[in-house]
């Protein structure tokens, strides 16, 4: 049974966009450049379509969303403006808007593959892992060769625990594109949940070789470290991924793990604070503080953070365990067999009959070092 959990980091995604070609023949010189852009007729839609994508390519997402407005204003059956205007909103974290775009990109056009792919990564960022399998479904229908689609969908099947599925959609994104860095990550990610840590580090690797700023592939990286004790190892990796991304409450949570196999607990409990600064609502972060405490022997600590963490995630077997161990160590034995048999119950309910079986022989090491009450007779 797992007493520290390592969350497997949710994939991060990247939008591949087609860009139109511009042509590089007869560049005017800056002052007629000046002069060309004063004169640009504000109607003109195809202008304002490639200043869009070169504010999308620039990260000036705001500025592309007012320029594929006005391609909008001029055209308003135009699916590819609509879909890359909801890539800026995905950008900005409007989610929802990306959507709307999506749905409006495919009422015009039914068979635009690139607005089934937006929308179902905008459904996966809002959580609806099943609708964005559908999405992705339904753009592989359109083109079996889409590579992106493979790779989204690889992604999807891991939050809902499909990690097969994830692997087989890696493979086959990568079949298609040999050089797609998110597919090696989400590989990673699936090859670790099932047991392959040496194919998880190759193909982190092989990401972070395409991509040297692919923080999913530095945590994916980590992590299988972590199944390999190396903790440092481990923690380079997830400084770098914290430093790529300084508000990822994953890698912060995560850390946690190899900073407690090398006894820094005070470092443990400073990245679970971290990440319950950026999450308040993170079950794993308030475990993972719980059992840093406990290591710490500050079981009180420990308790409390057990009890935030159930009441986010009621059914977690492992945070019951940690409570019972918790409330055993400071000496209150009749709660700390209470939770144990109620982590025993989920574990026998999920089928984990290893988990099952090691609860009751600490529940029967509890009892048996418990003085029994004397009774008359």
């Known amino acids: 049974m797992k007493v520290l959990k390592a969350i497997i980091a949710t994939l991060v995604l990247g939008v591949i966009l087609e860009?139109?070609?511009?042509?590089?023949?007869?560049?005017?010189?800056?002052?007629?450049?000046?002069?060309?852009?004063?004169?640009?007729?504000?109607?003109?839609?195809?202008?304002?379509?490639?200043r869009g994508l070169t504010r999308l390519h620039s990260g000036n997402f705001q500025g592309a969303i007012e320029d594929f407005n006005q391609v909008l204003r001029i055209n308003?059956?135009?699916?590819?403006?609509?879909?890359?205007?909801?890539?800026?909103?995905?950008?900005?974290?409007?989610?929802?808007?990306?959507?709307?775009?999506?749905?409006?990109?495919?009422?015009?056009n039914p068979n635009y593959g690139l607005a089934?792919?937006?929308?179902?990564?905008?459904?996966?960022?809002?959580?609806?892992?099943?609708?964005?399998?559908?999405?992705?479904?339904?753009?592989?229908?359109?083109?079996?060769?889409?590579?992106?689609?493979?790779?989204?969908?690889?992604?999807?099947?891991?939050?809902?625990?499909?990690?097969?599925?994830?692997?087989?959609?890696?493979?086959?994104?990568?079949?298609?594109?040999?050089?797609?860095a998110t597919a090696y990550s989400n590989r990673a990610g699936a090859r670790a949940s099932l047991g392959d840590i040496k194919g998880a580090i190759e193909d982190s690797n092989q990401a972070l070789r395409i991509d040297p700023g692919d923080a999913t592939a530095y945590k994916n990286r980590a992590i299988a470290r972590i199944a390999l004790r190396d903790s440092q190892g481990a923690i380079e990796d997830f400084n770098q991924a914290l430093r790529i991304n300084p508000g990822d409450a994953i890698a912060y949570s995560n850390r946690v793990a190899a900073r407690i196999a090398l006894g820094d607990f005070q470092g443990a409990i400073e990245d679970s604070n971290q990440a319950l600064r950026i999450n308040p609502g993170d079950a794993i972060a308030y475990s993972n503080r719980g059992f840093a405490r406990a290591s710490s022997?500050?079981?009180?600590?420990?308790?409390?953070?057990?009890?935030?963490?159930?009441?986010?995630?009621?059914?977690?077997?492992?945070?019951?365990?940690?409570?019972?161990?918790?409330?055993?160590?400071?000496?209150d034995q009749h709660l700390a067999i209470a939770d144990l048999q109620k982590a025993?119950?989920?574990?026998?309910?999920?089928?984990?009959?290893?988990s099952y079986q090691a609860v009751l022989e600490k529940i029967k090491q509890i009892n048996s070092a418990t003085p029994q009450p004397n009774h008359l007779h």
């Open 19 to 50: 860009s139109p070609r511009a042509d590089a023949k007869n560049l005017p010189t800056t002052r007629e450049l000046i002069l060309l852009l004063a004169q640009v007729n504000a109607k003109d839609g195809q202008f304002n379509i490639n």
């Open 76 to 108: 308003p059956n135009d699916a590819i403006a609509y879909s890359y205007r909801g890539t800026a909103r995905i950008a900005l974290g409007d989610s929802q808007g990306a959507i709307e775009d999506c749905n409006q990109a495919l009422r015009i």
């Open 116 to 180: 089934y792919d937006l929308r179902g990564l905008a459904h996966k960022k809002l959580g609806d892992s099943q609708g964005a399998i559908e999405d992705f479904n339904q753009a592989l229908r359109i083109n079996p060769n889409d590579a992106i689609a493979y790779s989204y969908r690889g992604s999807a099947r891991i939050d809902l625990g499909d990690v097969k599925g994830a692997l087989e959609d890696s493979n086959q994104a990568l079949r298609i594109n040999p050089n797609i």
């Open 297 to 331: 022997g500050d079981f009180q600590g420990a308790i409390e953070d057990y009890n935030q963490s159930l009441r986010i995630n009621p059914g977690d077997a492992d945070a019951y365990y940690n409570r019972g161990l918790a409330r055993a160590n400071s000496g």
């Open 344 to 354: 025993s119950d989920l574990f026998k309910q999920l089928g984990n009959t290893s």
